[in-house]
C-alpha cells in the first residue's frame, strides 16, 4: 500500500510563495505519476499539477507560469512550488500517487 504524506503548508501573504511537499515511501520504485489536486471549502476539488514518473510536467491553467511541480527520486518526494499566491489558491492541497490519497496540507493566503 501507498500512504502519500503531504506537509508544508502555512499562512502566507498575497505574492508571497511557499513549498508544499508529498512523500510517498517506494514511489521510485513503483513507477508512478504524482498529481496535485486543491479543494477549497465549499467548493470542488479540482487538480493542480501532474509529474510523470519520467519527469514530464503538466498544469492547470489556473497556476501555469505561478506553480513548479518536482521530484526527488532519492527522498521519494514531489514537491510543488507556488509562487506569486492569490487569495483563490487557498485551499487544502491534496497529493495522489498510485491512486492513494495523502491527508492533505492548508494552504492560506491572508493578508
Known amino acids: 500500500q501507498v500512504q502519500p504524506v503531504e506537509s508544508g503548508g502555512g499562512l502566507v501573504q498575497p505574492g508571497g510563495s511557499l513549498t508544499i511537499s508529498c512523500t510517498v515511501p517506494?514511489?521510485?520504485?513503483?513507477?508512478?505519476?504524482v498529481l496535485w489536486y486543491r479543494q477549497a471549502a465549499g467548493k470542488q476539488r479540482d487538480w493542480v499539477s501532474t509529474?510523470?514518473?519520467?519527469?514530464?510536467?503538466d498544469y492547470a491553467d489556473s497556476v501555469k507560469g505561478r506553480f513548479t511541480v518536482s521530484r526527488d527520486k532519492a527522498k521519494d518526494t514531489v514537491y510543488l512550488q507556488m509562487n506569486n499566491l492569490k487569495f483563490e489558491d487557498a485551499a487544502m492541497y491534496l497529493c495522489?500517487?498510485?491512486?492513494?490519497w495523502g491527508q492533505g496540507t492548508q494552504v492560506t493566503v491572508s493578508s
Open positions: 517506494g514511489l521510485t520504485s513503483k513507477n508512478c505519476a
Open positions: 495522489v500517487a498510485c491512486t492513494y
Open positions: 509529474i510523470s514518473s519520467g519527469g514530464s510536467t
